[in-house]
T-cell receptor, first 111, second 112 residues
Framework: KQEVTQIPAALSVPEGENLVLNCSFT??????LQWFRQDPGKGLTSLLL???SQREQTSGRLNASLDKSSGRSTLYIAASQPGDSATYLC??????????WGAGTKLIIKP | EAGVAQSPRYKIIEKRQSVAFWCNPI?????LYWYQQILGQGPKLLIQ????????DSQLPKDRFSAERLKGVDSTLKIQPAKLEDSAVYLC??????????FGPGTRLTVT
């Protein structure tokens, strides 16, 4: 059974720092991995989607990597800003085309 | 392009009462999903529709939860009767194909 873990559960860093969020999964048989952002009281916004054949995806200050063999993905945020404060979730699409989710990392960027 | 719409945004009910949530997916999206997200956890898929047929409802507590998608567009999710542990955010998502899902703002349910 696929399980997705995100560590740490919460992270607080000063504005301007670069940071890395981690996601691990137990079964390497995935179609893709997505990183989402969730703001309080709002839905989920897709940030980056990495297909299983890809190693990384970039969008602006965000870079996501995927190492399927080790069951790991990282989300790198460069030059963090207070507006980046949110909960970040990763999800893998498993062999049944279902999204299996991590519990998220709550990120706080201190001005 | 309009996004996924959900209503109500918030609902407070007492245990044993009934509640219904509504979702309007992105136009043209054949697949519709309902998720339950308990505070501090990732979303859990409750039910997936392809047009108006059910693809997966294996995690839907069928003794109290029901969902329908008449005409293959809008969908409603109902809980009857509600329990305290049903307090959560209920998210609706839709997709054009099997790859990317688009999420609505969610309905936050509090059962007292």
């Amino acid at each position: 059974k696929q399980e997705v873990t995100q560590i740490p559960a919460a992270l607080s860093v000063p504005e301007g720092e670069n940071l890395v969020l981690n996601c691990s999964f137990t079964d390497s048989a995935i179609y893709n991995l997505q990183w989402f952002r969730q703001d309080p009281g709002k839905g989920l916004t897709s940030l980056l989607l990495i297909q299983s054949s890809q190693r990384e995806q970039t969008s602006g200050r965000l870079n996501a990597s995927l190492d399927k063999s080790s069951g790991r993905s990282t989300l790198y945020i460069a030059a963090s800003q207070p507006g980046d404060s949110a909960t970040y979730l990763c999800a893998v699409k498993d062999s049944n085309y279902q999204l299996i989710w991590g519990a998220g990392t709550k990120l706080i960027i201190k001005p | 392009e309009a996004g996924v719409a959900q209503s109500p945004r918030y609902k407070i009910i007492e245990k044993r009462q009934s509640v219904a949530f509504w979702c309007n997916p992105i136009s043209g999206h054949a697949t519709l999903y309902w998720y339950q997200q308990i505070l501090g956890q990732g979303p859990k898929l409750l039910i997936q529709f392809q047009n108006n047929g059910v693809v997966d409802d294996s995690q839907l507590p069928k003794d109290r939860f029901s969902a329908e998608r008449l005409k293959g567009v809008d969908s409603t999710l109902k809980i009857q009767p509600a329990k305290l542990e049903d307090s959560a955010v209920y998210l609706c998502a839709s997709s054009l194909d099997q790859w990317e899902q688009y999420f609505g703002p969610g309905t936050r349910l509090t059962v007292t």
